[in-house]
């Protein structure tokens, strides 16, 4: 039943047992955090190993090149051959630099702005505006990379089968628009994966802007939490195919696999794209961390070694996940008072709550002493004009606290919305 429907004494005593509730969980003293999507301990333990590699006396990578030294820019054909394999790709397309795929993004379009592409007819930053598409709710480190560059951030819907094609499509008519982000599978903080056809029209679209790019961050492409993979396809041949080669910038990285501050990020392009960012690259550097490169190439020794470490992931988050769904159905359920995503795989849960009343929850969650990210923070610029979202991210406590802290969230949720129906009655 909606909380709207109950009779004005049900909603009295429902009104009044959430406020008990509500103080009886200030008084607990809480210093709880599900702000950010961050590997616990337990998974980070998966990957010590790598603390010993590449070992002592081989330093050398499949070619016989010590990675010790300077030089090779691409990275070493170790892990780039490994990554590509499980991403299904071809190697050729595939660099591999240091710890941070958003430091490649931040290069790439810091490159763009300044020099532009290698399909643009000036720099971005020669441009009178320069507009990107942004799905939301969305990755909030996205959306402050175009906001630091001074860039007008579109907004288009996220539906369960990802961005709204239709609104998409109409976009890029515009030559102002030059790019849009994407998390294409697991995204970030829906966990929605793009429907095949979602990805194909991406591929084929026509633009107005000769260099309009798609910067396809597949951080989660193999962050499962089942015993299956999603589908996850090539879409750099898929763009090329339908005659747009140089559509995709594309996105991965072991940061959330193995140690999450020394992990490897890797970018994948047609030939075109690469050479026009190694154009700029080795001018910026000498070469990434080869050494770190081989010792996670040992670490995982083939794909199917890195899936076995995947699963162990699944095992520590799958359960995290599950609490936060479960108490979200008991305690919100009823009430009609809240929607949330239900992924099976990637870092976060999507909570969407009654208008208006997000930032009421985040308030009312502070106080109890529970740390959640900022309503709105999912929003270019962190506004969330209907104020209704709000991200969740469980992997980084204990078990025991997230289901703690979830519980106190839809005391936080109820109250909030008991809140805003009393406002609206008078």
């Known amino acids: ?30 210093n709880l955090d599900l702000t950010r999507g961050k590997p616990s301990s337990e998974q980070l333990d998966f990957s010590n190993a790598l603390l010993s590699l590449p070992g002592t006396g081989d330093y050398t990578d499949n070619t016989g090149a010590d990675v010790r030294n300077y030089g090779n820019l691409a990275g070493i054909a170790d892990i780039r051959e490994l990554w590509a394999e499980a991403l299904g790709i071809d190697p050729a397309h595939l660099i591999a630099g240091d710890s941070s795929s958003l430091n490649i993004m931040f290069d790439l379009i810091s490159y763009a702005y300044i020099w532009g592409t290698n399909d643009s007819p000036k720099p971005w930053k020669d441009e009178e505006k320069v507009k990107w598409i942004c799905p939301v709710p969305g990755y909030d480190r996205h959306f402050s990379i175009t906001e630091h560059f001074g860039f007008e951030m579109v907004q288009v819907p996220m539906t369960p089968q990802g961005p709204d094609m239709d609104a998409v499509e109409e976009l890029v008519k515009d030559p102002q628009i030059k790019g849009m ?24 679209m026509d633009t107005a802007a000769e260099d309009f790019r798609i910067v396809w961050d597949n951080a989660y492409a193999i962050h499962t939490l089942t015993d299956a993979q999603a589908d996850n396809p090539d879409v750099i041949a898929l763009a090329d195919k339908h005659g747009h080669p140089n559509r995709f910038w594309y996105m991965s990285s072991s940061s959330k696999i193995t140690h999450a501050g020394s992990g490897v990020a890797f970018f994948a392009s047609s030939k075109d794209n690469l050479a026009w960012y190694t154009s700029h690259a080795s001018i910026r550097g000498i070469g990434p961390n080869k050494e770190n490169q081989l010792a996670h190439a040992r670490l995982l020794g083939d794909v199917q070694g890195l899936h076995d470490l995947m699963q162990k992931h ?20 009823a009430y009609d008072v809240a929607e949330w995503t ?39 610029h962190g506004v969330d004009e209907t104020d209704t979202n709000i991200r969740l991210a469980p992997s980084l406590p204990p078990l025991e606290e997230v289901r703690t802290a979830m519980d106190g969230v839809a005391t936080c949720v109820l109250l909030a919305c008991v809140e805003a129906t009393e406002n609206n009655a008078g």
């Open 342 to 380: 239900e992924p099976k795989g990637g870092y976060f849960i999507s909570l969407d709550v009654t208008d208006g009343s997000a930032t009421r929850v985040w308030e009312l969650a502070k106080e109890a002493g529970i740390a959640l990210t900022k309503a709105g923070a999912s929003f270019p």
């Open 1 to 30: 039943m909606s909380l709207k429907q109950l009779a004005p004494d049900q909603f009295a005593e429902l009104a009044q047992r959430t406020r008990a509730q509500y103080e009886e969980l200030k008084a607990r003293n809480l």
């Open 181 to 204: 982000w994407t998390v294409p599978i697991y995204g970030n903080p829906t966990g929605i994966s793009f429907a095949p056809e979602v990805v194909d029209k991406l591929a084929a």
């Open 314 to 333: 699944a095992s520590s988050l799958a359960p995290k996940f599950d609490a936060v769904i479960a108490i979200l159905r008991e305690r919100l359920g």
